[in-house]
Nanobody
Framework: QVLLVESGGGLVQAGGSLRLSCLAS????????MAWYRQAPGKQRELVAN???????DYTNSVKGRFAISRDNDKNTVYLKMNSLKPEDTAVYYC???????????WGQGTQVIVSA
């Protein structure tokens, strides 16, 4: 079992920045990958950014150049730095990890991000 606790969400004006954090209960260097997803009201959950245990990152097109995912293995934490925020970035952001021989997926409880116009 992996416990994930997100923090850092809040209300920000368009053009502003936030940094989300996700603290994991285990050693994240053992995880296959860690990711941030988001779900806006009335929409499906979508992958925002992903980082593998080798450090390879990937982003959905709408956030490329604005968001950056990173991981600190010593702190068992993955971050999502979000710059130039837009109202359409408003969503609940979830941390997720994939780990183990069965590639089990675990989720955090989510943190709300609201971007005002």
């Amino acid at each position: 079992q992996v416990l994930l606790v997100e923090s850092g969400g809040g209300l920000v004006q368009a053009g502003g920045s936030l940094r989300l954090s996700c603290l994991a209960s285990g050693s994240i260097d053992k995880f296959n990958s860690m990711a941030w997803y988001r779900q806006a009201p009335g929409k499906q959950r979508e992958l925002v950014a992903n980082v593998t245990n080798s450090g390879t990152t990937d982003y959905t097109n709408s956030v490329k150049g604005r968001f950056a995912i990173s991981r600190d293995n010593d702190k068992n934490t993955v971050y999502l730095k979000m710059n130039s925020l837009k109202p359409e970035d408003t969503a609940v952001y979830y941390c997720s990890v994939m780990t183990g021989p069965l590639l089990s997926v675990y989720w955090g409880q989510g943190t709300q991000v609201i971007v005002s116009a």
